[in-house]
């Protein structure tokens, strides 16, 4: 029996054109996106660790620069200025020694990390310590909005950290530099967290002395595990080649350690959102129950005792049933198991009732703006009005060409239809003299077109002519 060897039957089974039209695209995009991403080829080591080698060291000008940026920092935390801050962070030469630490970490130069980790502790002692004198003797001791801001470190400022330190060290790693380091300096920023901890232990404040050096800790750990991440990545020359078992074990410390500094700032994460999703739902509760015509809420705190909501409201307004508030009072604790206080009126008290003559006095600013504002907009139409009416600069020269048997012509406006109820409207009218040679007859059909056509010049909708 004869076989027959068709191309159909010489493919192998199972064979799929699609999916070869797949693989030769996916060879295709891989290769576009290998090039198109790639930075291995881009990077200089030599260069890039010499100039991390020599950031490192804190002593004569860059010690000097650091406490300067560290008062400068304090400042503008204390006033609560942001840009000043901001430019403290700019000028600050913190990141040396962490990108130090994280590069001898990526290269296995102990000798290098030595140094790293002896020159940051020396840059954060000094920081300390400039910044506790500073605080110590400001006449500023009330915590403002920009020192609280450094107290609370989340699971987000371990992203900006880490991805700030892979900016940093992937700028500073290419064979043409670039402007990046500033930016990530002012992203991570190191040098506010360093001030908020000196204010802490000038004023014996231990929840921001511990919670900024934290933030601190979690910034400095970040960029110094992006910076390793990025060396190794790209294939920096080791200094001491380890052997695999050392190597695995110092890995898996290494990521122990990591994530010891990074659970606190999940656990703030998760406290910060679930408070804020709280407070929100409170929120809603106090926005949608507690409505009562004439009444508005003018003051809401909303505190947690132990998860529990505790919220005091002051209203102003129509007094409220006692009633209504118990029933308001009894659903919240039913829906939050908290506790809702309801505080209107008087009551006794020196704080609300001052604030009541602060109500008071903004809502009779409030109507007299309103007043002024009503008097403007009339002002303004009849400005509108005054404006329409203004008589054409060339409207003289016009009628003498148009009508020459006129020897002399008056426009106005008179009021008319003025009644009780209304002021009526503004009507032009025209006082014209005629020629003397003209008839009766002619003098009315020429006065009807003359009213006709200054009508339509003045764009009125009628013009008397007397």
């Given at each position: 029996m004869e076989v027959?060897?068709?191309?159909q039957e010489e493919r192998p089974e199972g064979a799929n054109p699609l999916l070869g039209l797949w693989r030769q695209f996916s060879k295709i995009a891989s290769s576009f996106l290998g090039e198109r991403f790639s930075i291995i080829d881009l990077a200089d080591p030599a260069s890039t660790i010499?100039?991390?080698?020599?950031?490192?060291?804190?002593?004569?000008?860059?010690?000097?620069?650091?406490?300067?940026?560290?008062?400068?920092?304090?400042?503008?935390?204390?006033?609560?200025?942001?840009?000043?801050?901001?430019?403290?962070?700019?000028?600050?030469?913190?990141?040396g020694p962490i990108m130090g630490i994280g590069l001898s970490l990526g290269i296995n130069d102990f000798t290098l990390l030595t140094k790293s980790a002896k020159n940051l502790g020396v840059a954060v002692g000094i920081g300390l310590l400039a910044s506790s004198l500073y605080f110590l003797i400001s006449p500023i001791s009330e915590a403002s909005n920009e020192l609280f801001a450094r107290t609370n470190p989340t699971l987000l400022d371990v992203v900006v950290a880490f991805f700030g330190g892979l900016a940093g060290i992937l700028a500073g790693s290419r064979k043409e530099k670039s402007n990046v380091i500033p930016?990530?300096?002012?992203?991570?920023?190191?040098?506010?967290?360093?001030?908020?901890?000196?204010?802490?232990?000038?004023?014996?404040?231990?929840?921001?002395?511990?919670?900024?050096?934290?933030?601190?800790l979690i910034n400095g750990v970040l960029i110094a595990t992006a910076t390793t991440v990025v060396t190794r990545y790209l294939r920096f020359p080791m200094v001491t080649i380890m052997d695999p078992v050392r190597a695995k074990k110092t890995s898996r410390w290494f990521s122990i350690a990591i994530i010891i500094v990074i659970i606190p700032s999940i656990w703030i994460f998760y406290k910060t959102v679930s408070n804020t999703l709280a407070q929100?739902?409170?929120?809603?509760?106090?926005?949608?129950?507690?409505?009562?015509?004439?009444?508005?809420?003018?003051?809401?705190?909303?505190?947690f005792d132990q998860g529990h909501p505790q919220v005091s409201l002051v209203l102003f307004g129509e007094l409220i049933p006692e009633n209504l508030v118990e029933q308001w009072e009894d659903d919240f604790n039913t829906k939050f198991e908290g506790h809702l206080d309801i505080i209107q009126g008087d009551n006794g008290n020196d704080n609300l009732l001052e604030m009541s003559k602060l109500v008071n006095l903004y809502s009779e600013g409030r109507a007299e703006a309103k007043t002024y504002q009503d008097k403007i907009a009339d002002l303004e139409a009849q400005l509108s009005l005054l404006e329409g009416q203004l008589i054409p600069a060339n409207l003289a020269k016009e009628i003498k060409v148009n009508y020459p048997e006129v020897q002399s012509l008056s426009i106005g406006t008179l009021q008319g239809g003025i009644t009780d109820s209304t002021a009526g409207t503004r009507v032009p009218?025209?006082?014209?003299?005629?020629?003397?040679?003209?008839n009766d007859s002619t003098k009315t059909l020429r006065s009807a077109q003359l009213s006709s056509w200054l009508a339509l010049r003045l764009e009125a909708d009628s013009v008397l002519v007397k």
């Amino acid at each position: 029996m004869e076989v027959s060897n068709s191309p159909q039957e010489e493919r192998p089974e199972g064979a799929n054109p699609l999916l070869g039209l797949w693989r030769q695209f996916s060879k295709i995009a891989s290769s576009f996106l290998g090039e198109r991403f790639s930075i291995i080829d881009l990077a200089d080591p030599a260069s890039t660790i010499e100039g991390i080698k020599k950031d490192v060291e804190f002593r004569g000008f860059s010690l000097w620069i650091l406490i300067f940026s560290i008062i400068i920092a304090s400042i503008g935390l204390n006033v609560n200025s942001t840009a000043v801050v901001i430019g403290a962070m700019l000028i600050s030469p913190l990141m040396g020694p962490i990108m130090g630490i994280g590069l001898s970490l990526g290269i296995n130069d102990f000798t290098l990390l030595t140094k790293s980790a002896k020159n940051l502790g020396v840059a954060v002692g000094i920081g300390l310590l400039a910044s506790s004198l500073y605080f110590l003797i400001s006449p500023i001791s009330e915590a403002s909005n920009e020192l609280f801001a450094r107290t609370n470190p989340t699971l987000l400022d371990v992203v900006v950290a880490f991805f700030g330190g892979l900016a940093g060290i992937l700028a500073g790693s290419r064979k043409e530099k670039s402007n990046v380091i500033p930016g990530v300096a002012i992203a991570t920023a190191l040098m506010p967290p360093i001030c908020t901890a000196g204010y802490g232990l000038a004023h014996a404040e231990w929840n921001y002395f511990f919670g900024a050096l934290y933030l601190f800790l979690i910034n400095g750990v970040l960029i110094a595990t992006a910076t390793t991440v990025v060396t190794r990545y790209l294939r920096f020359p080791m200094v001491t080649i380890m052997d695999p078992v050392r190597a695995k074990k110092t890995s898996r410390w290494f990521s122990i350690a990591i994530i010891i500094v990074i659970i606190p700032s999940i656990w703030i994460f998760y406290k910060t959102v679930s408070n804020t999703l709280a407070q929100s739902k409170v929120h809603n509760f106090v926005e949608a129950t507690v409505v009562y015509p004439g009444t508005e809420v003018v003051k809401e705190e909303i505190t947690f005792d132990q998860g529990h909501p505790q919220v005091s409201l002051v209203l102003f307004g129509e007094l409220i049933p006692e009633n209504l508030v118990e029933q308001w009072e009894d659903d919240f604790n039913t829906k939050f198991e908290g506790h809702l206080d309801i505080i209107q009126g008087d009551n006794g008290n020196d704080n609300l009732l001052e604030m009541s003559k602060l109500v008071n006095l903004y809502s009779e600013g409030r109507a007299e703006a309103k007043t002024y504002q009503d008097k403007i907009a009339d002002l303004e139409a009849q400005l509108s009005l005054l404006e329409g009416q203004l008589i054409p600069a060339n409207l003289a020269k016009e009628i003498k060409v148009n009508y020459p048997e006129v020897q002399s012509l008056s426009i106005g406006t008179l009021q008319g239809g003025i009644t009780d109820s209304t002021a009526g409207t503004r009507v032009p009218v025209a006082f014209v003299q005629w020629s003397p040679s003209l008839n009766d007859s002619t003098k009315t059909l020429r006065s009807a077109q003359l009213s006709s056509w200054l009508a339509l010049r003045l764009e009125a909708d009628s013009v008397l002519v007397k």
